[in-house]
Nanobody
Framework: QVQLVESGGGLVQAGGSLRLSCAASGRIFTIYNMAWFRQAPGKEREFVAAIIRSDGSALYADSVKGRFTISRDNAKNTVYLQMNSLKPEDTAVYYC?????????????????WGQGTQDTVSS
């Protein structure tokens, strides 16, 4: 089992920045990649970014490319999401996820483990 705990959410004005953290514990060695998803009110959960644990390769949703950066610190078993130039449409609950399989990165159904979510609100 793997446990994920997010932190760092909050309220920020449009154009501002937030950094989310996701600390993993448990059977870390089984993790192939970690990712961030988000769910806005009344919408389905969507992929934001993913990172391969071994080599740090990253993938981003088009909506956040150039504004968000995903990174990892394997020594701390932590993944980060640096969010810059935030827009009101970035308002959502952000979830950290992890999986063991090496197939796919963007489908939430492929992920084995989820954090509890952290609310990020961007005011206009």
């Amino acid at each position: 089992q793997v446990q994920l705990v997010e932190s760092g959410g909050g309220l920020v004005q449009a154009g501002g920045s937030l950094r989310l953290s996701c600390a993993a514990s448990g059977r870390i060695f089984t993790i192939y990649n970690m990712a961030w998803f988000r769910q806005a009110p009344g919408k389905e959960r969507e992929f934001v970014a993913a990172i391969i644990r071994s080599d740090g390769s990253a993938l981003y949703a088009d909506s956040v490319k150039g504004r968000f950066t995903i990174s990892r610190d394997n020594a701390k078993n932590t993944v980060y999401l640096q969010m810059n130039s935030l827009k009101p449409e970035d308002t959502a609950v952000y979830y950290c996820a992890a999986k063991s399989g090496s197939y796919g990165l963007v489908d939430e159904n492929d992920y084995d483990y989820w954090g509890q979510g952290t609310q990020d609100t961007v005011s206009s």
